[in-house]
């Protein structure tokens, strides 16, 4: 599973922004059942100030010490999970995105685990949850929400699963993973159909 997404993410070229904005580094955490895949989420404590209550990637912002933002990655995934940055097998980087607090933003995707301990802080994440890959290959959106960025319009989907809605800067990250790792072809720029 690995040499497949590596290969996959040595062919895709991901989209750099030339943005002086602070970074932030974030893991894409895929369980290794190759015949099941899922992702691991997390959805954001309620008593943040920023993105408080959204479903979001394990990750966050570089310190001044990390060695790189992958290491920012799997460091924060870390302190947000408690998933060991040992047992993530990092295949490569997709396309950075912006938040809409200015923050660029790097994806890593990893593989890890299937059974690899997961323990919540509760003083950044309230749950974390897991979405069969499948799921989101079946396009099932619950709705598309209209996003402008740098003059274009992104038509971004929004899933449910769960009980849990994952939009906004979580599924543009989600489609560019499902694309480039495994030909999924939705499109974001223009409406869906």
């Known amino acids: 599973m690995l ?26 955490p895929v369980t290794d059942n190759a015949s099941n895949p899922e992702l691991i989420l997390t959805q ?6 920023t993105h408080r209550g959204q479903v979001a990637f394990p990750g966050g912002k570089r310190d001044l010490t ?11 995934t870390h302190e947000e999970i408690g ?8 295949a490569g980087p997709l396309s950075q995105v912006v938040s809409r607090h200015r923050i660029l933003v790097t994806p890593f995707v990893g593989i890890v ?10 003083g950044e994440i309230d749950s974390i949850f897991r979405t069969p890959v499948s799921f989101f290959m079946e396009d099932r959106r619950f709705r598309t929400d209209e996003i402008s960025f740098q ?16 939009w906004g800067l979580s599924s543009v990250i989600l489609v560019d993973f ?14 869906q159909k």
Request: proline share 9%; net charge negative; aromatic share 12%.
């Open 3 to 28: 040499n497949h997404f590596k290969r996959r993410l040595d062919r895709y070229v991901p989209k750099l922004l030339t943005l002086d904005y602070p970074e932030a580094g974030v893991l894409v």
């Open 44 to 49: 954001r404590a309620a008593h943040l100030k």
């Open 66 to 76: 990390d060695s790189s933002l992958e290491y920012t990655a799997l460091r924060e």
């Open 83 to 90: 998933l060991l940055p040992s047992y993530v097998q990092v």
């Open 113 to 122: 685990p299937e059974h690899a301990p997961l323990e919540p802080n509760f």
């Open 151 to 166: 003059g274009e319009t992104l038509y971004v989907p929004c899933y449910e699963w769960e009980g849990y809605h994952i």
């Open 178 to 191: 499902l694309n480039a790792v495994y030909d999924a072809g939705i499109d974001i720029l223009e409406p």
